[in-house]
């Protein structure tokens, strides 16, 4: 632990994470910053991606649960993917022994395990939020300052009323068919990887071959298992069984897309 | 306020806050704030943008307008969007009651209003920038390292000579015409929502429809107030009426550019 | 130099600067930045660039040379591009007197001269990595807990096997050739500048024009030296001359290419 020159230890306000669907083109993220700071002065932020794809809440969804547990114990994550900003959707903050998470209650958080929910509180206490509080913008006016508050040390009891539930979105997962496990195409990252709806857990010795794109693709290890330009599948940094082409882009090269059927075989 | 182990308020160096038409996959942003870090290494940073178009002063000047008032008073804005750079255009900084800002003078900051303005510097003196000084990269040569001496503690007096004036660009504003108002879109955002030339302040309850691409659009509170996929117009997160699509991108539904005139029905 | 309440300076931790080819959208970033403030609750992390074409080793070794000297002293470069992240590439830590780096050691480092190196460690020590270590993702696992720990104070020592060089890649130069120096274009910038293989120190009162793509071009100053529209070459931000065209894209008007032939005549 760092020790301040008086010889104590530094204490550090906890880390506010930030997952949203802004992009970095406009101001968005810059301005909920500049309220999360004007709270709490030496709030430390992480901008976990501003990248999820606009709208898309399972995608935030499975952002946040991959990325979770290599951040700090203690951080409260601030997340925004709001298609429904401006109805009646609610405005929740949920807490677990390990981390807390401010955002739309609209599915967002769905990879919560009941089990692990601590507390849920909807965030209808005025004095912690900007007034007047847009139709448009909860972001900026509803979660970055409720998190800087949180941050400051403001009490969860003083966040507004407890709730009991997190609203939940349907997360795909295999299905047993005639031929082995059915799962899908989740998401793609940069270099073209298909992330698929296969967890590590449900590969096994025997279970070591996936079906994509007319293809057959052994599960290995490492991308090095493979030669240049082939195709190869495994449990890649999500913690999740990926597809990948070793030097290449999977996306293209195997012509996948969100939804792609892949049949684990048996 | 946050207190230290010793009972002490921390004091933390003003915020600053850097809009820029860089984009970050280039070097030039964290260059910038290498220099600002190498001379203030307790500074705080605050990205507002750096995609803003390239060398657009004018979306530089409206995304400076409708974020300041969400940052901390006392922020030290540093605006680079400098087509000019190496030539004869000044490099100035202007002092506001609320913020500051540093950067090139060439109508980057016309939304400050004469009264508001304390203190205009010319950025002439040789000990605050870097030597030598290129005549292509004024963010890290000049206007990162006279921030940082600000946030350090250095005078205004010092920055050097001082001035009366900034320039000033011509920005769009609402003209009365046979049919009501008639503006134009300014920009848009990465939802595809158009930034129109009207502000609150241009609306009343009778003056509540918008002709844009040849349709009507009533002014209303929220997006949740239309239907999937209907346009509709409304007073954004920017302070100005904007021109949406429900759960859809009005840029392209609508077929809109900057520029496209856009009526305030009277 | 700042000073804390207590009339002590305040000590800072090395400053960490992230060079990547992760892009933003996905959560690479987050993660590793996770990691390292896991670690060293109290790091300073500076993003270098995460805009690095994938893979690309070369583009991220220019991007680190060029950028490198305008950070704080001390500060602890981690940079990941890594196409052979899984087979049997070492992990590489380099100090000099002024800054150190850390990641694959895969020619990423090749800037470096032998002579300003004091210390290379492979990154084997596994009690400073995570367990278990992935084989796809070191950036997490590897390169950003071993920096982390380097913030935290631990010893290079500590860090694995003391080593003697690094991997180097050949690095473009120019050659001589029966109408001068030929050289090449190595990279783009936003604005479509193109870098090339020519440093400063390449150029003379005598040698002042280059050829390119069909075109003779005055090496000028600054931008301004030439009117709108047309072509100009000038030692750029990098350090290296550069091809531009005054408020253009030279990458577009000129028609250039990665690896587009560039004569410096005599």
């Known amino acids: 632990m760092r020790v301040s020159s008086t010889g104590n230890p530094v204490k550090h306000p906890p880390l506010l994470a930030l997952t949203t669907d802004f992009g970095l083109n406009d101001i968005y993220v810059g301005v909920m910053k500049g309220v999360i700071l004007s709270i709490c002065p030496g709030a430390r932020i992480l901008d976990l991606t501003h990248g999820i794809p606009p709208q898309d809440v399972l995608a935030g969804c499975l952002a946040l649960e991959a ?18 900003v401006g109805t009646d959707r609610r405005a929740v903050a949920v807490r677990t022994d390990r981390d807390a998470f401010v955002g739309p209650d609209n599915g967002l958080f769905s990879f919560l395990a009941p089990a692990e929910i601590r507390e ?3 965030l209808d206490n005025p004095q912690l939020t900007l007034t007047p509080r847009s139709a448009t913008f909860h972001g900026r006016d509803v979660f970055a ?3 800087a508050h949180l941050a400051e040390g403001t009490d969860w009891s003083e966040l507004g009323t407890l ?15 005639p031929d082995g496990f059915t799962g899908q195409v989740l998401t793609f990252d940069r270099f073209g990887n298909a992330v698929t709806s296969f967890r590590a ?10 079906r994509v794109a007319g293809q057959e693709i052994q599960v290995k290890t490492t991308y090095g298992d493979v030669g240049p330009g082939q195709p190869v599948a495994l449990v890649g940094s999500s913690g999740r069984l990926e597809i990948a082409v070793r030097d ?5 090269v195997l012509g996948l897309d969100r939804g792609s059927r892949v049949v684990l075989e048996t």
């Open 201 to 210: 857990d449900h590969l096994s010795p025997e279970r070591n071959r996936v």
């Open 67 to 84: 990325a979770r547990r290599y951040l700090p114990t203690g951080t409260v994550h601030v997340a925004v993917v709001d298609p429904g």
């Open 120 to 122: 849920v509180r909807y």
């Open 163 to 177: 709730a009991t539930e997190i609203s939940r979105l349907p997360l795909p997962k295999p299905e047993v068919s």
């Open 248 to 252: 290449g882009d999977a996306r293209r």
């Open 145 to 147: 300052p409720v998190a």
